[in-house]
C-alpha cells in the first residue's frame, strides 16, 4: 500500500466515523461522554457555518496580505466599517440587501484609497505597512467608537432569511418512538453557502482567468508584467478593492448573524491571520482550510473546553508551523 492510498483509506475511515456520529441513534454511553448528540452537532454546524464567515474575512485578508505581500493589519477596521455602514443603510431604508451591497461597495472604495494613497508609496517595506496599517486601525476604531459609540447593534434580517431548517439528523428517540429531528437556523446555512460560492468564485478568478494570470504574474515579477504593457498599478488596486469590499459584506454578514460591537475588529483580524498562516500565504484553498480548522477548533472547544477553548486555535497554528512552516497549501518560497 502506497502512502497515498494509507493517507486515502485513513480520511475514508474518518469521513465514515463522522458520518455514523451525525446520523446515527447514539447510545447511552456515547451521550454520557460528549453531553448529548444534540450539542456534539450542533457544535460541528456552529463551527462551520462560523468557518464560513471566517472565510468571507480571510479571502479578503489572504488577497490583500497573502497574495498581494501588503501587510494591512487595519482588515478588521475594514470588516467592523462594514458593519456599521450595513447596519446604518439597512436600519434607514429597511432592506437587508441594500446593506450587503453598500457595505461592499463603500469598503471597495475604501480600499482603493488605502491602496493608492497609503499601500502603493510603502511597496516593499513591511515594517512601515505593518505601523502606518497599525495606526490607521488604531484611528478608525475611535471614529467609529465617536459615531456610534459603545452599544451592540443586531443588523435585521428580511423574514425570509428567518425560521429554522429541520436537518435529517436524530438528535433523540421519544418514550413513544417518534423521532426528534435537530433544527439548525437558515441564515447560518446561507452564510456558509455564501461563503463556498464566494470561494470558488475567487479560486477561478485567480486560476482559470487572464485576471489571474496577470494578478499572479504581477506578484512574482511585477517588472516584466509592467514590461507586457499590463498597468500594475491598476490590477493591485482592483485586488485590494475586492479584498477590502469581501472584509465590508463579511462585516454586514456577520453582523447580521451575530452582533456589531466594538472590539469586532481585533477579534476578526486575528482570526484572519490565524487563518492565513495555517492555510498558507495566497492560497484561497488554504483560507479555506484554515478557516475549517480554526471554526471547529472554537466551537467545539467551547463546548467541551469553555476554559480553554481559545487555546485549540492557537495550538493548530503552532502545530502546522512547526510541522509546514509555509502553511497547508502554502508555496515554499
Excluded: C
Aim: hydrophobic share 60%.
Amino acid at each position: 500500500m502506497t502512502g497515498r492510498q494509507a493517507w486515502g483509506l485513513f480520511w475514508l475511515l474518518v469521513a465514515a466515523v463522522i458520518a455514523w456520529l451525525v446520523f446515527a441513534v447514539w447510545p447511552d454511553w456515547l451521550n454520557a461522554i460528549l453531553i448529548s448528540k444534540k450539542a456534539f452537532v450542533s457544535a460541528i454546524l456552529n463551527g462551520i457555518t462560523l468557518a464560513g464567515l471566517y472565510f468571507l474575512v480571510a479571502s479578503g485578508f489572504t488577497l490583500i496580505f497573502g497574495l498581494m505581500r501588503n501587510v494591512n493589519l487595519a482588515h478588521g477596521s475594514l470588516y467592523l466599517l462594514g458593519a456599521y455602514i450595513g447596519y446604518e443603510v439597512t436600519s434607514r431604508t429597511g432592506y437587508w440587501l441594500l446593506g450587503v451591497f453598500a457595505g461592499f461597495v463603500v469598503l471597495a472604495l475604501v480600499g482603493v484609497v488605502m491602496q493608492v494613497f497609503v499601500f502603493r508609496r510603502l511597496e516593499g517595506d513591511d515594517l512601515r505597512q505593518t505601523l502606518v496599517s497599525i495606526g490607521i486601525s488604531i484611528v478608525a476604531a475611535d471614529l467609529m467608537l465617536a459615531v456610534w459609540a459603545g452599544g451592540t447593534y443586531q443588523i435585521t434580517t428580511p423574514e425570509w432569511l428567518d425560521g429554522a431548517l429541520t436537518l435529517p439528523v436524530i438528535t433523540a428517540v421519544r418514550s413513544n418512538g417518534a423521532s426528534v429531528f435537530l433544527t439548525y437556523p437558515l441564515y447560518r446555512v446561507v452564510v456558509l453557502a455564501a461563503a463556498i460560492v464566494i470561494g470558488v468564485g475567487l479560486w477561478l478568478m485567480l486560476n482559470k482567468t487572464r485576471v489571474g494570470m496577470m494578478i499572479r504574474a504581477g506578484v512574482d515579477d511585477r517588472a516584466m508584467l509592467s514590461a507586457s504593457g499590463v498597468n500594475v498599478h491598476a490590477v493591485f488596486a482592483i485586488v485590494f478593492a475586492v479584498g477590502a469590499g469581501l472584509a465590508g459584506f463579511a462585516g454586514v454578514v456577520g453582523g447580521s448573524a451575530l452582533s456589531v460591537a466594538p472590539g469586532e475588529d481585533v477579534r476578526y483580524l486575528l482570526a484572519s491571520l490565524v487563518v492565513v498562516i495555517v492555510g498558507g500565504m495566497g492560497s484561497i484553498t488554504g483560507a479555506a482550510i484554515g478557516a475549517l480548522l480554526i471554526g471547529l477548533a472554537e466551537q467545539i472547544g467551547l463546548v467541551y473546553f469553555p476554559t480553554y477553548g481559545i487555546v485549540l486555535t492557537f495550538v493548530i497554528m503552532v502545530v502546522t508551523l512547526a510541522v509546514r512552516p509555509q502553511g497547508i497549501m502554502g508555496k515554499a518560497r
